[in-house]
């Protein structure tokens, strides 16, 4: 616990960590949030087989695999110090993040043999 005192006011505020840590990866939700309009919009645009969305589609892959792999040793970390597993946030984020990963990485798959087929026609015509 964190408190925090004002002088000459007479304010006491006490910060949980758990709280803190929230304020803190903020940012890093906003950055996650945009990169994932990102990846949305490509499927909006008029061509889906191009370099800038499969480069979109790759971006929020690795994003969501970096979430998956820092969640999945903070698991790991905080089971080993404990000695027993207990279902926590951090396992959400690695079922989460891991089926997210998955998907994006079959729409990166898709979009990449999409990008082949229609340069192959391009060559063809």
């Known amino acids: 616990m964190i408190s925090v005192m004002v002088p000459d006011i007479e304010i006491s505020m006490i910060f949980q960590p758990r709280a803190i840590i929230l304020i803190a990866?903020?940012?890093f939700?906003?950055?996650y949030f945009h990169?994932?309009?990102?990846?949305f919009k490509v499927f909006i645009a008029?061509?889906?087989f191009h370099e800038k969305a499969i480069r979109d589609l790759r971006r929020f892959f690795y994003l969501?695999?970096?979430v998956f792999i820092i969640a999945f040793i903070t698991a790991v970390?905080?089971?080993i110090s404990r000695g027993y597993f207990k279902m926590e946030e951090s396992v959400v984020f690695i079922i989460i993040h891991g089926f997210v990963s998955i998907i994006s990485y079959l729409y990166i798959d898709m979009a990449k043999k999409g990008a082949?087929?229609?340069?192959?026609n391009d060559l063809t015509i």
């Open 29 to 31: 939700f906003s950055f």
């Open 46 to 48: 008029d061509s889906l």
């Open 64 to 66: 969501n695999l970096a």
């Open 35 to 39: 990169i994932m309009h990102k990846f």
């Open 25 to 27: 990866i903020f940012p």
């Open 77 to 79: 970390a905080s089971t």
């Open 116 to 120: 082949d087929l229609k340069q192959e």
